[in-house]
């Protein structure tokens, strides 16, 4: 308890609060290398899974490939990428979006594939094109799959940025590699409590708006509980026979 209690009282010191070191500062590099890299994992792999998921091909690719990066360790592949890039964010990066591409792609093919046939038949029957089909119907419909995994995404790489720092990226694991260093304890985990901290805002965040996200005419047909709440019935006044009697 007294660990924890050292460590929220480094991260209230005002010394931890300002300059390039500070704790504002490695947040901000921290939650801007995340969102750099689902960005640009998200334009790379959206198309691809709405592609997969429209047409139904190359999805046995799909799912082997995203489980072979699922499978790279990442470190090693940030060692790697260092050696080839050199030293600073370009390598972590390259390793981030590897990292989030996966869970990206199965989101958007899975949302596609989990709209009704009948409903593509039917837009079809009424005369929409391809095109009009995906945008105006499969799109919507899959969005809350798709914001999933974009949602899994951003977890994935929040938890796998603080190794930016072993490469002279910075990032909130410069607290936590150099508290490793040093044996400050107390740093380590502080900086381990604002990265869970920043994982724990954005999950919120993303179920907030896979639930926004969901089409109205989704939740509008969703059938209601109409079950009639069960009735009492009125207290015995009087039984038969003292009815006959009146």
Same mark, same amino acid.
């Given at each position: ?34 969102? &750099? ?8 792999? @959206?198309? *691809? =899974?709405? /592609?997969?998921?429209?047409?139904? +091909? $190359? ?97 994935? &790489? ?8 072993? @490469?002279? *990226? =910075?990032? /909130?694991?410069?607290?936590?590699? +150099? $508290? ?67």
């Amino acid at each position: 308890m007294n660990l924890f209690l050292d460590a929220f009282a480094w991260l209230a010191d005002p010394a931890h609060l300002s300059g390039a070191d500070g704790v504002p500062t490695r947040l901000g590099e921290h939650l801007w290398y995340t969102i &750099v890299a689902v960005v640009i994992a998200s334009v790379l792999a @959206v198309p *691809a =899974g709405y /592609l997969i998921g429209h047409t139904g +091909r $190359g999805r046995t690719l799909a799912v082997a490939l995203t489980g072979g990066a699922r499978a790279l360790p990442t470190v090693g592949l940030v060692f790697l990428l260092a050696l080839l890039v050199g030293i600073g964010i370009t390598a972590p990066m390259i390793a981030f979006v590897v990292l989030a591409i996966p869970s990206v792609l199965a989101g958007a093919y899975s949302g596609f594939e989990a709209v009704d046939r009948k409903t593509i038949d039917a837009a079809r029957a009424v005369g929409m094109t391809e095109w009009q089909i995906v945008t105006k119907v499969e799109v919507p419909l899959g969005l809350p799959l798709l914001i999933g995994g974009i949602r899994s995404a951003t977890l994935q &790489v929040v938890a796998t940025a603080t190794i930016a720092t072993v @490469v002279g *990226a =910075g990032g /909130l694991g410069t607290y936590i590699f +150099r $508290g490793l260093r040093s044996n400050d304890y107390t740093q380590m985990l502080a900086g381990s409590i604002v990265v869970i901290a920043l994982a724990v805002v954005l999950e919120i965040l993303f179920s907030i708006v896979q639930r926004l996200v969901v089409p109205a005419g989704v939740t509008a047909g969703r059938p209601s509980d109409t079950r009639s709440k069960a009735v009492r019935p009125g207290a015995v006044t009087a039984t038969p026979l003292t009815k006959g009697t009146q």
